[in-house]
């Protein structure tokens, strides 16, 4: 390469390192410093108490319910989205039912609707008085109906059913995408080697659909640990913070309480734990890529 083009190449590239170190390295820095002062959000004033911020987190138990919760979304998200993603994936794939088409665009289309509106349009579904879900078990019949989301029974699987429904689309279409790019003649072989369905999707499917996977777990990880917006709007952590998460926690202590010292300190252990996490996963699923 000629001194002139690494000097062109050199120019082009210095301004996206710049920007990059200023709307993304300098944040996380000045995040990092402000978990360890007392900054209250509404002064430039701050002083600096060191890891006092994280000594208190460790002994707040409304922290740590918070991490229950968060980590319960997560999970429960993290197991149901898959499985019900890819059967609908193999379905819609195997063209098992009329429509298919169809099928693809209303599973997908939560996708398109705000997260925002998604907890609105549930909060009405899931009203004890005139909700949708409501009044549809009432005509069967149902009389004793929970408050869906004034119960401490009830409000997490609440939670866990609308971001389960937003999801579902999203990761169908990616398995869709890769189930459709699996020659048939791997399913032709099975075929002719005595295989089951079962076995086919047990030993050829899968296999091929490792590294999707893969991507799905984390970005289901990242997902479930953000959890905020349908929280805060449906039941704002309630009832009794049974559905508070970390990312709601974070915001009442910054903009409630004016805790923004605190608040950071919350922000910077969700981070950490999301990252941690997320290496971890990857770790663990890390295996040789199976080619076809």
Known sequence: MRKGQRKVIALFIMPAFIMYGVFMVYPYIRAFYIG?????????QMSFIGLENFWTMLHDPYFWNALKNTS??????????PVIALFFAVVMSRRLVWGARFFRIMYFFPNLISVVAIAVLWSFVLNPDFGI?????????????????????????????????AAVG????????????????????AK??????????????????SEIMKVTVVFLLLNGFGTFAVVKIMT????????????????DNAFKF??????????????????????????LQKRETVQY
């Open 236 to 251: 704002d952590g309630g009832p009794n913070r049974s559905t508070e998460t970390m990312a709601t926690y974070l915001y």
């Open 170 to 189: 999203f990761y169908m279409i990616l398995y869709l995408s890769a189930l459709e790019g699996i020659p048939t003649d791997l399913y032709d072989a």
């Open 72 to 81: 319960f979304f997560t999970v429960t998200n993290g197991t149901i989205v």
């Open 192 to 209: 002719i080697d005595g295989a089951s369905e079962w076995k086919a999707f047990w030993h050829v499917t899968l296999p091929l659909l």
């Open 258 to 283: 004016g805790k923004f010292g605190y608040a950071t300190a919350i922000a910077i252990a969700l981070f950490l734990i999301t990252f941690v996490l997320a290496l971890l996963s990857i770790r």
């Open 36 to 44: 360890l002062t007392d900054w209250r959000g509404v002064s430039t």
């Open 133 to 165: 879900l409501t009044n549809f078990l009432r005509i069967l019949g149902m009389k004793s109906l929970p408050a869906w989301l004034g119960s401490v029974k009830t409000a997490p699987w609440c939670i866990v059913a609308v971001k389960v429904w």
